[in-house]
Every structure is written in structure tokens, then in C-alpha cells.
């Protein structure tokens, strides 16, 4: 990889081994590089059908609860400082970093990350990867940056575990500055710790921490690697973050297979570390002997010369045996071709087994980190003749097995390209792993063998509950105590604490395999724990001064510790003096029990602990707010017993009362008497534990009753005419009495019930038909304010005063349709001149009395007809009354007729007898009457009525004669309009009632048409055209011209001579229609000419052309 302060690309290199487990844990891990954009994500999966939870805890909180199933993979998002950091503070010492994670069902879990220029996954061991004694296993560096380092990350699972870190070169110098042969600290359960040694600080740090030993006193989590290493020497510069997961000594074993990940066997990068955990170890690689021993602590990279082709495309594998338990990781390049060198990876590699499970079910995102995928190879090693599946189906021929150089019970198979989610079936022992990378990423790792070495691992605490378990994947287990066998213990985990103190171990059979008794586990019981029960109030606090019950050693306050949170509040612990100090969490509404557990250690070697369970019952004050009304006296005050109001169900509180918010000044010292206007008092309630909490008590007075019965007119009208008026009382309240809907109003007839006020009570509808007192009363809705009284003197109104109560008048039917249209309006004076009396009208009496089903006033009557009045006032009670019309006909003239006469004669009108009156509108006031042309009427008198007649002379129309037909010596008139028949005349004397006229002289004539009507006729002039074939220009006054001045009677007249050349020699011009036979003043030669005659007839607007010839003829 390229020096980072060149580098522009991220560079990832990725390790992945797993363990299906019940838990996890995360030891943290130190970067030199910074950084910058990093994110990380926690992915779990399980072959489990059933989903189950699983929770995430960093340093003893729990950070999220996520679920899990088999088919169904979780990402979560994790914090960046659980697990990474850049802050030299974090070194050295303990801290709150690492992670836990624990279900109640088997998963794996693994962490990944991304940085700039790099990224990595972590992967958990499970219980497999805790343990008491460890060796370190990192890259021995060849290249120095003050950004690669070796370094060793360390999480406790228990409290008071003591670590030492020995057995590395002394001359280290941490990054810390310091040197030492050893490095010792202490740990509580979820605290971490971090040592790093940085390559350019000392030529010792490049090799001096490979094979450091790590012992502990419980059991921890073991994180190992370099960040970043560099391990080859064809490259010095090219980096990348080489880290992994150890697991203890009790977990290795002897022999191993490697296969080689995607690098050249010629780069370097493809090589193994092999770690002695004994002295005098011996090493054998592919079969044949090293010649190399190691003692303990000492390691050799193997050459990637050893890996051995056997066959397909790309497929090496390589055989370790040792003569003693060694610790094997490989190192690998990402990716095949190009730059190899920044995509280096690191593996711990499972030792062999036929303890290994026989499948490996499930592994989720097999090929992706993050959003981004990357083409991914699986390795699988079995047992020979082993039948293997992936994902259900056989693995092709092409991608194994292949054998393995001295171990001949083993073979590999490689896949490639596999994606998503997987699971590998095998029907004898079986580990796969995975070789992947892209561009200048590489990762790879296994996923199962690390528990095939039998060993006992014990979970939980005193508090929780302990478990002493082996790996559930046998087919059969004996536990036993002492070396004696526990009846009925025939499964993976026992309870110590049933059967007691000692050492346990557990014969674990495996079919095809073989028994296998583990090394011995010493156990000791738990001390009892003492609980002790706390009542406080919610806001107070509780400090404890832990002291043993069962020992006499000095409790070392440093070691003190929660163990059991609180949910309802917070326990912390003062370093210095070991007191643990209780404080619930604000905002609780309820009283609550809370409960927590903590731990002390003493000064003793070896050290005494006790663990304590306190119970916190909580009392949360409780307030009640309330109310209380008075009624107000005369400065509208009133007077209240605040202690009357309960302002908390606790017992044993105290209560002050304050007339503001804020709780200042004095308070009230007559509460049970407190005079004072409406508003909020505030009690200030204080419980027996001393906490305080204010309720409030809303203050209300109430207006006296009041009553005034002269802003109600109690004279009312009997509307309906039945002789009973109608009350709604609900009407007349809000008129008597302000604010009527704060009191309560009652009606009675007499003033004893009244004054009793007892349920002798009126109807909200109540009726009288005699005048009648009625007594009201008015009291209070809440409270005992006085009540107040009057009463109402109820009367019947006087009705309208009519002239008539009945009215008949006549209408005359004026256009003799048989109907009239009338406004009833126009009648109210026959009944009552008073301008404030309003009417209503109605088809019966009934409605005028209930005042219903009103009628429009305007109505059309055919005959008599009747209408009920109702008259209503402001001033007084409605009344009715009947209208009663008439409906008269007059009578029209027959003999009055329109009349035609011609243009200024006159004309005798006669309207006719039997009439009483005529009137006509020329002023005459005869039977008849002489006019001319006009329009006239006569006001015609008869039964009472007037009929206004209209009558028409009108002046008689000429016809108009529309045009005139020629044909030859033939005419044909035409005529419209006027008055026919017609009569036709060609001389205004002689007519005739045919329109045609024949055998007519050629030239002009004077059509005459005479109406019906006599009177004058119309005339018109028409042609009868004289063609002329010959002149004779000489001046004899016969012949002279060609003369055609009969055409003046038509439109655009056009005539045109021309010679027997076409010469034009003459065209008409301005109606000159008469040419004398010559050419500018010179006589033309006798000869025949040609011309054309062209008009537009005047009636028809159709065009008309003759044309000919004409002979002139000149004295030579």
C-alpha cells in the first residue's frame, strides 16, 4: 500500500473467523492512523427458526436489543468508541471500551469496520476465545511508519481480573514511552485495556511483541494484531490493518491446514505464523520435517515456497503438524495480479479435529461489507470421504477435493464466487473459510472449530446465575466432581451451585470420533448475598457505606462496584471511599421499587467479596388539584375552607397555602376561613421524606340571585284565536334574570311553594287563558346564597280594531279573459287605515287564525272568490277578517273593424249599439266616428266595466312591379306587395288582368299595374330593343346615326364598333349612346362595320350582349 500522506484511495483488508455461540465478546483495538470517516456495524446471524433476542452491552450498559433468526441477519450500527480509538488517554490504563454480546440462543457475531485507507472485520471466537493464558500473535514487521504498530487489546469478563502481560523483548518501548519486562493491571468485568508499541519508536517494536504470553486470573477477550502491519521483504512501504480475535492455550492443537488465499506464492504475502505455547517444539510442514524447534513464545513464518498445487484453477494448500499445541495464522493477499501488497489479511486457523462440528449453519453477507460487495471464495476442509454440500446442492467436481500433503484423514474444496447467505453440510468434521477482495481490498477467515478442543468455560456471575458449559455440537456428555460422576449431568452445561465447590470436568463423545475427558475446572461456591431494603422519598438520596458480613478484611474501595444497575434511578460508587451513592431519575410519577446489586472485594490475599442486593422503595409525592365556590359578597369576595380540599392521598404530609405561584411571602394562616376574590390558591404540599410539590385549588364565587320582572311585557296575545295563551318560560328567564344560565329559575303559582322552593314547580311550556299571577324563584346552582324572588302578572292583549270584519268589492275582467289578477294588498283600507298594522292572507280561516300557510297577495280570480286577513301589530294582538271580490264582465264590439282607405281619404268607425258609454280616443264620445289612417280605441261602457277596444286604419300599399320579361316583341310584368289581384295597362286607361303583352313595336313603352284597393297605379318603362343594320351619314336627317338611346333605361350600357380589321372605330362614352357614323370628325368608307351592345338589366342584374353587323353607307 502507498504511504499515507499519499494515498487517495481506501485500501480494505478483512479478516473474518467466527463461532456459533451464546456470547461474545469484543476486546477493543488501537489506531495510529487516526480516524477519520470511520463507522462500524455489528452483523449477527443463527440456524435458529425461532426469532430470539439478542442484546449488545458496552461496559456493563446495555446499548440496544436487536432480533435474529435463522434467514434473517442483523446489522446494527455501532458507536465508533466501543471498539477503536486514536486517544493515547485510552492507553495504558483501564477503560470503558469492548463490547458483549449474549442471546439465549447460539449465533455469530461479528464486528466490521471502514476508516479512511482501510477497514477490517472482527470476528468472536464465542466462549472459545475466552481463557486465562494466551500468546500474542501479530505480523513480525519489516516496514516502519509511525502509523504501524503491534499491539494487544484485553476486556474482562468477571471483576477483579488480574492480567500480566510478560515474556516480550524487554526492550520495547511502548507508545507510552516506557520499558518494562512485564506489564500487570487490573480489570472489572466490561473495562478494557490497550498496549501498543509503535514500529519507528525502537528496532525491538518491530518483532518484540510477537509471542508475548497474556495471563489472567478469569477468564478474558483477546484482540491481536497490527494497526497497520507490514510483513514482507519485497515491500516496505504498502500497508494494511492485520488483526484478529485469539483464543487461549486449552483451545489450540497440533495439526493444521492452511489454504492459500488470493496472492502469488511468489509475493511474500502468502505465508503463515506459527506461535510455540511449549518448549521444544517441533514442526513438520506438507509431511516432512523442519528441522526447527521452538520454545515457548517463539515463532516462524513459513515461507509461501511450502503451499503445494493440487490442481484446478488456482488451488494450493499447505500441512502443519507440531510435536505440541501451537498457534497458526495465516496471512494472505485479498486479491490475485496487480499490487498485492495493500491487501493483506490475517487468520487464526482452527486447529484439526474430529471434534469439529459436522456443519456450519448460517453465515450471513457472506461477500458484503457495508453496501459493497466483493467476489468471495470458500474454503472448505473436511475429513476425507466426507460427503459436502453448500447451500443444499453438491459442489462441482472442478472445485475439490484435494488432498493435503502429509495428512492424509483431511481434504479441501474451493468455491468461488459465492454470495449472501450460506450454510455447509458435511457428514464427518468440517471448518470452511473464505478468501475474498477487490481492487486493493482483501479479507478472508473461517467460521467454526475453535471450541473442537473440549474444554470448560464458565458463564454468568453469583448474581445472574453461573453456568460451567463445553460446546453443545457432541453427541454425548458426563459431567463429574471430584473425578466422580454426577448423575443425571448428561448434558453441555451444569449449575455449580446445585452441586457445590471442587473440580468439574466433562467426558465429551463424539460418534466417528472418539471420548475426550477436559481438563479440570475448580470452582467455588458464591457468598450469599445480603439485601437490605431503603425507603426514601424522590427527592432524596441514599448513600451506603459498603461492609462485609462474612469476612473481616478491609474492603479495598477501588474494587467496589455495580454490578446490577438500577432501572428507577442511578448508583455510583466513589472510588476513594468505596460509598455507593442512590439517586432515582427525575420526572418518575409513581412510587416505585428499585433494585440494584454491587460488589466488594477486601485486601486480603487472596481476596474475599461479597455481593449485596438493596432495594429503593421510592415514594413519589402525590398531588391533587381542586376547587372550591363561594358566593360573593358585596366587594364580590367570598369565603372558603382551603383545608377542605385534599391535595394528596400520601400520608403523613404537610400543607402551607400562598396566594402566588412563585410560594412567596406569608402564607395563608386562616386557611380553613380564607376571604378572598375568585383564583388560584397554591398549596404547598410536603411529604414525610421532605419533598415538596405544589397542587393548586381554583377559587370560584358565585353571583347572588338577582330578578327583575319589568324587563318582561307579561300582556300576551292569544295568537291561535283558541282562547289559551302559550308560555315558554325558557324564553322569559334570560328577560328577568342576568346571567340567567349561573342560577336556578323556578315558576310557581302561589308564593308559599315559592318560598319553599320545593317541586310545585310550572312546566317550561305552560299555558292561561285568565289573567294569572305567577311567582318565581331564583337560587344558585351551587353554594347557599340567598335565594331571590318576584312575580309576573300574566294578561290577555285586546285584538286589533278593524272598520269591518268583512269586505266585498268588485273587479272587472278589463280584457275579457275570463281572469283577473289583484293585489289584496290594495284592499287593506276597507278594513283598517292604521299604517303599523301588517296583513297576511290565507285560503281558509283556520290559517289566518294559526297564522299558517300564507298565500302571495297577488292572485288571479276566474269567479268570486273569498280570502281570510290576518292584521298583526307591534302594538297590539292579531285579528282577522274575510274579503270577498267579484270578478265582472264587460262586453267588446263585433261591428268594429280594422279599415284600409288610400293614401288621404277618411273613414266612418262604428263601435255599434248596446252600449252605455263610448269613449273614444280622438275625444268623440259617439257611436262612430270619421278618421283617417291611424290607430285608434273606444272605452266601450257595460255591466259596470269599461273595455278599452283598439282599431286599425291603415293606408292601402301600392304593388310593386318587379321586373319586366322581354322576348322578341313579348313583354311579361311582373308585380308584388300591394293588394291583388292585379290589373295591367300599357297606357293607364285599357287594362287588363293578363300580365303579358304581345306583338309589342320595337322602342320604348310604359307598363301600368292597378291593386285591388283602386287606388293609383305603379309605373314602369321597358325596351323593346330596334337593332339598326344600316345608316347613311349624309346629312339628310334619315338614317343619319346609329342611335340607341332607348338603352338609357339600363345599367353599365357599353357599345363597341369595328372594322373588318377589328379596328375599334367607335365606343360609347358617358350615355352618349348615338354614334353619327365617323372617326374623329372623318366620315367612315361605305362598308359593313361590327359591333356589340352589352348592359346590365336593372332587375334582374344579369348581364345582356347582342352583336351584328351595320351597313354604312357614304355619298363617294
Known amino acids: 500500500m502507498k504511504k499515507l500522506l499519499l494515498t487517495i484511495c481506501t485500501f480494505l483488508c478483512l479478516l473474518c473467523n467466527a463461532q456459533l455461540d451464546t456470547d461474545h465478546w469484543f476486546a477493543p483495538m488501537s489506531s495510529k492512523a487516526g480516524t477519520t470517516g470511520l463507522q462500524g456495524y455489528l452483523y449477527l446471524s443463527t440456524n435458529e427458526t425461532t426469532p430470539f433476542s439478542v442484546q449488545i452491552y458496552n461496559s456493563n450498559v446495555l446499548f440496544t436489543t436487536v432480533q435474529v433468526s435463522k434467514g434473517n441477519p442483523a446489522q446494527v450500527s455501532i458507536p465508533n468508541s466501543f471498539l477503536i480509538t486514536d486517544n493515547p488517554s485510552d492507553l495504558f490504563a483501564p477503560n470503558a471500551m469492548g463490547m458483549y454480546v449474549k442471546g439465549p440462543k447460539k449465533f455469530f457475531a461479528n464486528y466490521r469496520f471502514s476508516l479512511q485507507n482501510h477497514a477490517e472485520i472482527i470476528t468472536s471466537k464465542g466462549l472459545a476465545g475466552l481463557g486465562t493464558t494466551f500468546y500474542a500473535g501479530m505480523a513480525p514487521l519489516t516496514g516502519v511508519a509511525f502509523y504501524v504498530n503491534s499491539m494487544i487489546g484485553v476486556t474482562a469478563t468477571e471483576d477483579n481480573t488480574s492480567v500480566v502481560v510478560s515474556g516480550y523483548n524487554p526492550n520495547v518501548v511502548f507508545s507510552d514511552g516506557s520499558s518494562s519486562p512485564t506489564k500487570t493491571f487490573v480489570l472489572n468485568k466490561g473495562e478494557s485495556y490497550i498496549l501498543d508499541a509503535v514500529s519507528t519508536d525502537s528496532n525491538y517494536n518491530l518483532n518484540g511483541l510477537v509471542g508475548a504470553k497474556i495471563e489472567a486470573t478469569k477468564p478474558i477477550s483477546v484482540t491481536n494484531g497490527n494497526f497497520n502491519g507490514i510483513y514482507t521483504n519485497l515491500n516496505f512501504t504498502n500497508n494494511d490493518v492485520l488483526m484478529d480475535q485469539a483464543v487461549p492455550v486449552e483451545r489450540l492443537g497440533k495439526d493444521f491446514v492452511v489454504v492459500k488465499g488470493n496472492g502469488s506464492v511468489f509475493s511474500e504475502m502468502e505465508t503463515a505464523l506459527i506461535i510455540a505455547t511449549e518448549n521444544n517444539t517441533q514442526l513438520t510442514i506438507n509431511g516432512t520435517g523442519t528441522g526447527i524447534t521452538l ?362 397555602y400562598y396566594t402566588n405561584s412563585a410560594l412567596s411571602g406569608t402564607p395563608i394562616a386562616t386557611p380553613a376561613t380564607y376571604n378572598g376574590p375568585a383564583g388560584t390558591i397554591y398549596a404547598n404540599v410536603t411529604s414525610q421524606y421532605g419533598c415538596t410539590k405544589t397542587a393548586q385549588i381554583t377559587l370560584t364565587t358565585i353571583p347572588s340571585p338577582n330578578i327583575n320582572t319589568n324587563n318582561f311585557n307579561a300582556t300576551l296575545c292569544d295568537d291561535n284565536f283558541d282562547g289559551i295563551v302559550n308560555v315558554n318560560f325558557s324564553n322569559i328567564t334570560p328577560v328577568i334574570v342576568t346571567n340567567s344560565a349561573s342560577f336556578n329559575v323556578r315558576y310557581y303559582l302561589n308564593q308559599t311553594d315559592a318560598n319553599a322552593g320545593n317541586t310545585n314547580t310550572l312546566p317550561a311550556n305552560w299555558t292561561y287563558t285568565a289573567n294569572t299571577t305567577v311567582y318565581v324563584r331564583v337560587d344558585v346552582l351551587t353554594g347557599n346564597c340567598p335565594a331571590a324572588f318576584g312575580q309576573i302578572n300574566f294578561k290577555i292583549g285586546n285584538r286589533i280594531t278593524l272598520l269591518t270584519g268583512t269586505a266585498t268589492s268588485d273587479v272587472c275582467d278589463n280584457d275579457i279573459s275570463g281572469s283577473e289578477s289583484v293585489n289584496l294588498n290594495d284592499y287593506k283600507n276597507l278594513f283598517t287605515t292604521d299604517p303599523g298594522v301588517t296583513l297576511t292572507f290565507h285560503a281558509t280561516l283556520a290559517n289566518a287564525q294559526a297564522g299558517t300557510n300564507a298565500i302571495s297577495p297577488i292572485q288571479t280570480i276566474t269567479s268570486t272568490s273569498t280570502f281570510y286577513i290576518r292584521f298583526t301589530s307591534a302594538t297590539e294582538c292579531p285579528n282577522t277578517g274575510i274579503l270577498t271580490l267579484n270578478l265582472k264582465t264587460p262586453k267588446k264590439s263585433d261591428r268594429l273593424k280594422d279599415q284600409i282607405v288610400c293614401p288621404n281619404e277618411l273613414v266612418t268607425l262604428d263601435a255599434g249599439p248596446g252600449f252605455t258609454s263610448y269613449t273614444w280616443s280622438t275625444g268623440a264620445t259617439t257611436q262612430t266616428v270619421t278618421v283617417g289612417a291611424g290607430s285608434y280605441y273606444v272605452d266601450l261602457g257595460f255591466n259596470g266595466c269599461i273595455y278599452r277596444q283598439y282599431v286599425n286604419v291603415t293606408t292601402a300599399q301600392p304593388p310593386t312591379i318587379t321586373k319586366i320579361e322581354v322576348s322578341g316583341y313579348n313583354a311579361t310584368v311582373f308585380a308584388s306587395g300591394g293588394t291583388p289581384p292585379y290589373q295591367y295597362s300599357l297606357n293607364g286607361i285599357d287594362y287588363q288582368s293578363s300580365n303579358i303583352f304581345t306583338g309589342l313595336s320595337r322602342g320604348m313603352h310604359t307598363a301600368y299595374v292597378l291593386g285591388a284597393d283602386g287606388c293609383s297605379p305603379v309605373v314602369k318603362e321597358f325596351l323593346i330593343l330596334n337593332l339598326i343594320n344600316a345608316i347613311t351619314p349624309n346629312g339628310d336627317g334619315l338614317n343619319d346615326v346609329l342611335n340607341y338611346s332607348d338603352l338609357r333605361i339600363k345599367q353599365d350600357v357599353s357599345i363597341e364598333v369595328v372594322d373588318r380589321y377589328g379596328a375599334l372605330v367607335y365606343r360609347s362614352a358617358d350615355k352618349n349612346y348615338i354614334w353619327d357614323g365617323k372617326v374623329n370628325g372623318r366620315p367612315l368608307s361605305t362598308g359593313t362595320y361590327w359591333y356589340l351592345l352589352r348592359w346590365i338589366e336593372p332587375d334582374t342584374k344579369l348581364p345582356v350582349s347582342y352583336s351584328g353587323w351595320v351597313l354604312i353607307k357614304n355619298r363617294e
Open 295 to 656: 520454545n515457548a513464545g517463539q515463532y516462524y513464518m513459513v515461507p509461501s515456497s511450502n503451499y503445494i498445487y493440487q490442481g484446478g484453477t488456482d488451488n494450493y494448500n499447505m500441512g502443519i503438524s507440531a510435536t505440541k499445541n501451537i498457534y497458526v495464522y495465516q496471512f494472505l493477499a485479498g486479491v490475485s495480479g496487480g499490487n498485492e501488497y495493500p491487501t493483506g489479511g490475517m487468520n487464526f486457523i482452527p486447529p484439526l479435529s474430529c471434534f469439529m462440528p459436522n456443519k456450519i449453519d448460517e453465515i450471513g453477507f457472506i461477500n458484503r461489507i457495508g453496501s459493497q460487495n466483493y467476489s468471495t471464495r470458500l474454503n472448505i476442509i473436511t475429513q476425507t470421504g466426507a460427503t459436502v454440500t453448500l447451500n443444499g446442492n453438491a459442489i462441482a467436481a472442478a472445485n475439490g477435493p484435494y488432498p493435503v500433503n502429509g495428512n492424509p484423514n483431511w481434504v479441501t474444496y474451493s468455491v468461488p464466487n459465492v454470495t449472501g447467505t450460506i450454510t455447509v453440510n458435511s457428514t464427518k468434521s468440517v471448518t470452511a473459510g473464505i478468501a475474498a477482495g477487490s481492487g486493493a481490498v482483501g479479507y478472508g477467515g473461517y467460521f467454526a472449530g475453535f471450541s473442537s478442543i473440549p474444554a470448560i468455560t464458565k458463564t454468568g456471575d453469583c448474581y445472574t446465575g453461573i453456568l460451567l458449559q463445553v460446546d453443545n455440537t457432541y453427541d454425548g456428555y458426563q459431567w463429574y466432581l471430584n473425578g466422580s460422576p454426577i448423575s443425571g449431568a448428561t448434558t453441555y452445561s451444569i449449575n455449580p451451585e446445585i452441586y457445590g465447590a471442587g473440580t468439574y470436568t466433562c467426558l465429551v463423545t463424539k460418534n466417528n470420533c472418539e471420548s475426550k475427558l477436559t481438563t479440570g475446572y475448580d470452582y467455588t461456591l458464591c457468598p450469599p448475598i445480603t439485601t437490605t431494603t431503603y425507603n426514601i422519598g424522590a427527592c432524596n438520596t441514599k448513600v451506603i457505606s459498603p461492609a462485609f458480613t462474612t469476612s473481616t478484611q478491609t474492603i479495598t474501595p477501588s474494587h467496589t462496584s455495580i454490578v446490577a444497575a438500577p432501572t428507577s434511578g442511578t448508583a455510583t460508587v466513589n472510588s476513594a471511599t468505596g460509598e455507593i451513592t442512590y439517586t432515582p431519575n427525575p420526572g418518575l410519577t409513581a412510587d416505585a421499587t428499585d433494585t440494584f446489586i454491587y460488589y466488594v472485594e477486601g485486601s486480603g490475599n487472596p481476596a474475599d467479596f461479597e455481593y449485596f442486593k438493596i432495594i429503593i422503595n421510592i415514594d413519589v409525592l402525590q398531588t391533587t388539584n381542586g376547587a372550591l365556590t363561594s358566593c360573593a359578597d358585596a366587594s364580590g369576595n367570598g369565603t372558603f375552607d382551603l383545608t377542605s380540599v385534599s391535595v394528596s392521598p400520601d400520608p403523613g404530609t404537610t400543607v402551607q
